[in-house]
T-cell receptor
Framework: DAGVTQSPTHLIKTRGQHVTLRCSPI?????VSWYQQVLGQGPQFIFQ???????GRGNFPDRFSARQFPNYSSELNVNALLLGDSALYLC??????????????FGPGTRLTVT | AQTVTQSQPEMSVQEAETVTLSCTYD???????LFWYKQPPSRQMILVIR??????QNATENRFSVNFQKAAKSFSLKISDSQLGDTAMYFC???????????FGGGTRLMVKP
């Protein structure tokens, strides 16, 4: 079975541009979460979506937005890119949301570089 | 808000020996879940072991075991018979019973030397 997939693998953008990152969860998983991992640090929670609704939001500016589609895949959008947005963006899927016992499975990430 | 602290930025161990990675956390929740994740240089985050706070027995998974001290809010990971493939970043993480988000520590870079 395929794990969590993310696209693209790498991305280089210029300050002020917009970027869209994509994630496909494990088949049967209905919840997707997004994390930002700056080099040398632990991942920071950005969003969680479950059944196409936002279930949680981390401490990120409104330039960050996301959505989940009927097939449970998800997009993370970042507007007006800043140099500080350069990071590895991780997507994680879980069977359901709202239950801490369910494991989150991570994808390989998208490496975003803002110049 | 919950916080997770890993006080050892880097550690090294000889192959076949045992190493312990430290983690402390802060929360006012009574029921929660703690995790250790491994992130090899290829960067895919993999769950190593999980502990449910209401269970007193320490979790074990083959060569990996934890020492969970709830009163001290401590959650250390012991790796026995270290292997070269254990070389990675290790992250301690916390989630509450609602499971809406994982809070990660800053990580410990473990190098296993031949």
């Amino acid at each position: 079975d395929a794990g969590v997939t993310q696209s693209p693998t790498h991305l280089i953008k210029t300050r002020g541009q917009h970027v869209t990152l994509r994630c496909s969860p494990i088949s049967g998983h209905k919840s997707v979460s997004w994390y930002q991992q700056v080099l040398g640090q632990g991942p920071q929670f950005i969003f969680q979506y479950y059944e196409k609704e936002e279930r949680g939001r981390g401490n990120f500016p409104d330039r960050f937005s996301a959505r989940q589609f009927p097939n449970y895949s998800s997009e993370l959008n970042v507007n007006a890119l800043l140099l500080g947005d350069s990071a590895l963006y991780l997507c994680a899927s879980s069977l359901v949301a709202g239950e801490g016992s369910y494991e989150q499975y991570f994808g390989p990430g998208t490496r975003l570089t803002v110049t | 808000a919950q916080t997770v602290t890993q006080s050892q930025p880097e550690m090294s161990v000889q192959e076949a020996e045992t190493v312990t990675l430290s983690c402390t956390y802060d929360t006012s929740e009574s029921n929660y879940y703690l995790f250790w994740y491994k992130q090899p240089p290829s960067r895919q985050m993999i769950l190593v072991i999980r502990q449910e706070a209401y269970k007193q027995q320490n979790a074990t998974e083959n060569r990996f075991s934890v020492n969970f001290q709830k009163a001290a809010k401590s959650f250390s990971l012991k790796i026995s018979d270290s292997q070269l493939g254990d070389t990675a970043m290790y992250f301690c993480a916390f989630t509450d019973n609602a499971g809406n988000m994982l809070t990660f520590g800053g990580g410990t870079r473990l190098m296993v030397k031949p």
